[in-house]
């Protein structure tokens, strides 16, 4: 008999939640003789039930939790983002770590899709010009471009960053990407463990993070989708957005701590940049104090580009099957490795 708590009760970011319909759909997939679910509808429970669970499914797994539950194996990461449960205590513990990737993968790229067509057909302009009932077509209409024959240029290029390829691709956009290591030629490249044989066909080039500059260079839009590890820390910093074509267009949809926001803000400033998309900062929720929300070629959006109406249905889709996975001894899926933090 397994015992696996589910630490999914309501809380902050309420859709992100269990609803009694997952937890019924589990118990109906494992049966109560092999799995006994617990789930725990608050801080309290959680606690109480910690030091008997093998299997724990939750939002992140804290250092003061991971002390209480000796008989963990398993943490399953209701996020994508594992960087708030990598901590030194998790690294030097035997329990596995997966996370829920894929959950929010199309959401996020149409988020990213909307944010590179805001700025391409001058929305932010029209927004402005409306906002003083003042019709403006004269002054909007020479900053109008076409996102089709334009480069995008993909720093981070896994499940998210692979769902806005294929889509910038389908509006005629040409797409790089950059990975750790550089990747030979679509045509060349081998199978390699883990990465879809589709990935690499979706951009005309991967290159490496060694390259990150020159593949920076050739981007009218840059989208970043950086886990946050010890490398990405500023990752993206003021070299990187001199790096930069004059005018181009920068998002962040992947962790906030990735880009020095400083950097970012002189640059939108000085108008090398000529805007920005942010979903993620360096402090969340960012201060009212912020530079960003008052900057006419800024979006702001809440980090909610992953929330989508079908997040919790395919997060515990994809927990039910490395559960599945776990009790027949098969290996689990989206294994994070704890060293390099993703
Ligand atoms: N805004 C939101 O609401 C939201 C929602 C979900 C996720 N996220 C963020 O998005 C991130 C990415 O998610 P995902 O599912 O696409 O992750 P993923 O499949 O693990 O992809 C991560 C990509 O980043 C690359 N990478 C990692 N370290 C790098 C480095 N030092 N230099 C260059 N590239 C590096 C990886 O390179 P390799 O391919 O070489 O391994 C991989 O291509 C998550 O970690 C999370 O922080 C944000």
Redesign the pocket.
């Known amino acids: 008999m397994t015992r696996v708590l589910l630490g999914l009760a309501p809380g902050p970011g309420g859709t992100l939640s269990l609803l009694p319909g997952h937890v019924e759909a589990l118990r109906q997939q494992f049966p109560s003789t092999q799995v006994q679910f617990v789930w725990a509808q608050d801080r309290e429970q959680y606690e109480a039930e910690l030091p008997r669970a093998e299997v724990l499914f939750t939002r992140t797994i804290r250092p003061e939790d991971l002390r209480r539950a000796p008989h963990l194996c398993w943490v399953h990461s209701l996020?994508?983002?594992?960087?708030q449960s990598i901590t030194p205590e998790l690294r030097q513990s035997g329990v596995l770590l997966t996370?829920s990737?894929?959950t929010?993968?199309t959401g996020?790229a149409e988020h990213v899709l909307g944010a590179l067509i805001f700025f391409s057909r001058g929305f932010h302009l029209a927004l402005q010009f409306q906002r003083r009932s003042q019709w403006g077509q004269a002054e909007i209409g020479p900053h109008l471009r076409e996102l089709a024959g334009s480069t995008l240029v993909i720093?981070?290029?896994?499940?998210?960053?692979?769902a806005v390829a294929q889509r910038a691709r389908a509006l005629g956009m040409r797409v790089l990407?950059?990975?750790?290591?550089a990747a030979p030629q679509p045509a060349a490249a081998p199978p390699e463990a883990g990465?879809p044989p589709e990935t690499h066909a979706m951009a005309e080039r991967v290159f490496?993070?060694d390259q990150?500059y020159r593949a920076l260079a050739e981007g009218d839009y840059v989208v970043s989708?950086?886990?946050?590890?010890a490398?990405?820390r500023h990752?993206l910093d003021e070299r990187a957005f001199s790096a930069m074509k004059k005018g181009a267009v920068f998002v962040n949809?992947?962790?906030g701590p990735t880009v020095d926001e400083q950097a970012l803000v002189r640059a939108l400033q000085e108008g090398h940049l000529y805007g920005a998309a942010l979903?993620?900062f360096e402090q969340e929720p960012l201060p009212a104090d912020s530079p960003l929300y008052q900057m006419p070629n800024v979006l702001v959006t809440p980090?909610?580009?992953?929330?989508n109406p079908r997040y919790m249905d395919r997060a515990v889709a994809s927990f039910a099957e490395n559960l599945r996975r776990f009790l027949q001894g098969e290996p689990l899926l989206h294994l994070v490795n704890k060293e390099?933090g993703?």
């Open positions: 996020f994508a983002g594992v960087d996370r990737a894929g929010a993968a996020i720093v981070g290029f896994g499940n998210i960053g692979t990407a950059v990975r750790r290591q990465v490496g993070a990150l989708i950086l886990p946050l590890t490398e990405t990752f949809v992947g962790r979903d993620v980090h909610v580009a992953g929330i390099m993703y």
